[in-house]
């Protein structure tokens, strides 16, 4: 399967302590299978921080999914249980930490974070906050946050 990074600044090696803290899976290199959406990633890095937009490819063997030795959390949908997963991740008062080496699931727009953040100051309830997130266009993503999924990741230069 080819997996697609979104950024503004090439680089060769991944490194996971550049990730930002606080995303929806935590910190950790995150790809797409979606061609467009990893450059409108980047095209958003760019607005934010400068650079250009770039967009990284890799090969990623599936049957690694069903390695016994690797830590893997798939969310097939937006549920209670990914919303609280990701509660969890993005909240700055909560000292949240997992040992998932690959996650895989939908990814959080901003949609959603307006009501992540509607769940966190108590005006929605867990349950309503995933009914709404039901009706929300989601397109997975794929979290890569140890080492040693890193090194699942194959480059492919063009």
Known sequence: MILYHGTNTDFQEIDLLKSR????????????????QAEDLARKRVLISGGNAIVQRYEFDEKSLTNKTLNILHFETASV????????????ILNFHHNYDIII?????????????????????????????????????????????????KRIYQ
């Open 81 to 92: 249980e990914w919303a609280q997963f990701i509660y969890k991740n993005r909240s700055r």
């Open 21 to 36: 803290r606080h995303k929806d899976f935590g910190q950790g290199f995150y790809l797409t299978d979606i061609k467009e």
């Open 105 to 153: 699931g939908p990814i959080a727009d901003d949609g959603v974070a307006y009501l992540l953040d509607r769940y966190e100051e108590n005006t929605i309830t867990l349950e309503q906050l995933a009914q709404k997130l039901k009706f929300k266009k989601l397109n997975n993503q794929y979290y890569f946050g140890t080492g040693r999924s890193i090194k699942l990741l």
